[in-house]
C-alpha cells in the first residue's frame, strides 16, 4: 500500500489499503493499522481532488481516517502528531479551506521536525509544494517546498523519492548545492 502510494498510483494503493482491511489484525494498533489510516487518508484526499468527479465517498473515507488517527494521537504526540496534521490539511484542502490547509500543512513540518521524523518532514514539504501548485500555479513557493523535499527525501536515503520528485517538476538542484545552503544552517531536522 504505502509502495503504491510512494510510486504515486494512487488508484493501486486504494486497492491495498482495501484489502488490508480484511487481514484479521487490521484493527489492532500494529504498523498496518497505521499506515493503513495514514496512507488511506492521502490517498482518499488526493483522489478525490484529482480525478474526474468529486467522489463523496472518497471524502468521508479521507474524514475517517482523520477521526481514527485522532484517537491513536492520543496515545502518542510523537508518533503521530505531524500525521494527523497532514491528514487535516490534505481535508482542508479537499473542501477549499486553503488558509487553514496551509496553517495545517506547516504545523505539519514543525511538528516532524521537532520529533525528529525526517521521512515525514520530506512527505510534508512534497504536499505542501503539490498544495502550492494547486492553488497558485507552479511558483516559486511550491519550487522551493520540493527542493526541501528533495533534500530530506536524501537525507533519508529515499534516492529513487528524491529523483522523481527533481523529474516530475522539472526541478535542477545545482551541481554542489549544499543541504546547508537549500535547509538553512542546520541538517538536522531537529534544530
Same mark, same amino acid.
Given at each position: 500500500?504505502?509502495? &503504491? ?29 497505521? !499506515? ?9 484526499? @488526493?483522489? !478525490?481532488?484529482? $480525478?474526474?468527479? *468529486?467522489?463523496? /465517498?472518497?471524502? *468521508? /473515507?479521507?474524514? @475517517?481516517? $482523520? ?21 487535516? &490539511? ?22 516532524? @521536525? ?16 503539490? !498544495? ?15 527542493? *526541501?523535499?528533495? $533534500?530530506? !527525501?536524501? @537525507? ?5 523519492? &528524491?529523483?522523481? #520528485?527533481?523529474? *516530475?517538476?522539472? #526541478? ?8 546547508? #545552503? ?10
Amino acid at each position: 500500500m504505502s509502495t &503504491a502510494y510512494w510510486r504515486g498510483d494512487c488508484i493501486a494503493a486504494e486497492e491495498h489499503c482495501h484489502a488490508a482491511l480484511t487481514y484479521p489484525t487490521a484493527r489492532m494498533p500494529t504498523l498496518l493499522l497505521i !499506515y493503513r489510516t495514514f496512507f488511506g487518508g492521502l490517498v482518499a484526499f @488526493q483522489l !478525490y481532488r484529482h $480525478v474526474d468527479g *468529486k467522489d463523496d /465517498q472518497r471524502l *468521508k /473515507q479521507g474524514k @475517517q481516517m $482523520v477521526e481514527r488517527l485522532e484517537k491513536l494521537n492520543e496515545n502518542s504526540l510523537a508518533m503521530y502528531e505531524n500525521k494527523l496534521l497532514m491528514l487535516k &490539511a490534505e481535508y482542508c484542502a479537499s473542501i477549499g479551506e486553503h488558509n487553514r490547509a496551509l496553517s495545517l500543512y506547516k504545523a505539519s513540518i514543525n511538528a516532524a @521536525q521537532d520529533h525528529g521524523s525526517i521521512h515525514d518532514l520530506a512527505l510534508a514539504f512534497e504536499l505542501l509544494g503539490n !498544495y502550492h501548485c494547486s492553488a497558485n500555479g507552479d511558483g516559486v513557493d511550491s519550487n522551493e517546498c520540493f527542493r *526541501k523535499a528533495y $533534500v530530506y !527525501y536524501i @537525507q533519508w536515503g529515499a534516492t529513487a523519492m &528524491a529523483d522523481k #520528485l527533481l523529474r *516530475k517538476h522539472n #526541478l535542477s538542484m545545482e551541481p554542489g548545492t549544499s543541504t546547508e #545552503l537549500l535547509l538553512g544552517a542546520s541538517k538536522n531536522p531537529r534544530e
